[in-house]
Nanobody, 114 residues
Framework: QVQLVESGGGLVQPGGSLRLSCAAS????????MGWYRQAPGNARELVAM???????NYADSVKGRFTISRDNAKNTVYLQMNSLKPEDTAVYYC????????WGQGTQVTVSS
């Protein structure tokens, strides 16, 4: 069992930046990938970025060049640096381990609005 705790969401103006953090605990050795999904009202949950053991990083096309995922294995923590935020990035962001069904955090709200 893996537990995930997110932090770092909030309200930001278009063009601004936020950094999300997600700390894992529990069965750490079972984790082969950690990352982020998001879900906007009325939309399905979608993959944003994933950091796979060994260093491979995958990004949704909509965030490439703006978002950066990183991982600190010593702290069992994954980060999502979000730059040049747009209103369409507004969503609840969920930390995930090991894709579906995997393990999930409680979600953190990101709102991009002027």
């Amino acid at each position: 069992q893996v537990q995930l705790v997110e932090s770092g969401g909030g309200l930001v103006q278009p063009g601004g930046s936020l950094r999300l953090s997600c700390a894992a605990s529990g069965s750490i050795n079972s984790i082969y990938a950690m990352g982020w999904y998001r879900q906007a009202p009325g939309n399905a949950r979608e993959l944003v970025a994933m950091h796979i053991n060994g260093g491979t990083k995958n990004y949704a096309d909509s965030v490439k060049g703006r978002f950066t995922i990183s991982r600190d294995n010593a702290k069992n923590t994954v980060y999502l640096q979000m730059n040049s935020l747009k209103p369409e990035d507004t969503a609840v962001y969920y930390c995930n381990a090991n894709y579906y069904p995997g393990s999930w955090g409680q979600g953190t709200q990101v709102t991009v609005s002027s």
